[in-house]
């Protein structure tokens, strides 16, 4: 049983499939021939990740994932099918450690005394320079 390291998680080889398809874009006749297009999913379902780390990495994945919980990944912009695996393999390399990054909290601070007061003169200010261009009263 292959095991593949990424982003420090272990992913089993057969939670990875492989498809190759024919691709379209430069390469002429190549493209009409060769399958070149690599199509990489990850079955979330045989992997044994953490509840909390698939829950960021299904939010991460957003469209990629699909209903049967694989994460398709299709990388098509090369010539050759080594190069499109390659992609393929580090854009989920980049999507496995996105998911590692833990959002850290935000604690909500308090304005200082200083900024209040000087919120407030602003105000002030504002509202005498609108009361200046307001029509005279007539008595």
């Known amino acids: ?9 272990q992913i089993p080889a057969e939670a990875l499939t ?7 874009g430069p390469g002429g006749q190549n493209v009409n021939k060769v399958a070149t297009a690599a199509e ?19 939010s991460c994945a ?3 994932l699909n209903g049967a919980g694989e994460i398709v990944i299709f990388a098509r912009s090369h010539r050759t099918q ?16 996105e998911a590692g990054r833990v959002a850290k909290k935000r604690f909500r601070t308090k ?12 105000k002030q200010r504002l509202r005498k320079k609108k009361q200046l261009r307001r029509k005279p009263a007539i008595e």
């Open 82 to 97: 080594a190069r499109n695996r390659k992609e393929a393999m580090d854009r989920l390399q980049g999507l496995l450690s």
């Open 111 to 122: 304005p200082s005394r200083t900024a209040v007061n000087a919120g407030i003169r602003r």
């Open 62 to 64: 957003g469209k990629r």
């Open 40 to 58: 990489l999913r990850l079955d979330l379902g045989a992997c044994c990740f953490s509840t909390a780390y698939r829950k960021r990495l299904e």
């Open 1 to 9: 049983m292959t095991v593949y390291t990424m982003a420090e998680q």
């Open 18 to 24: 492989w498809k190759f398809v024919r691709s379209m």
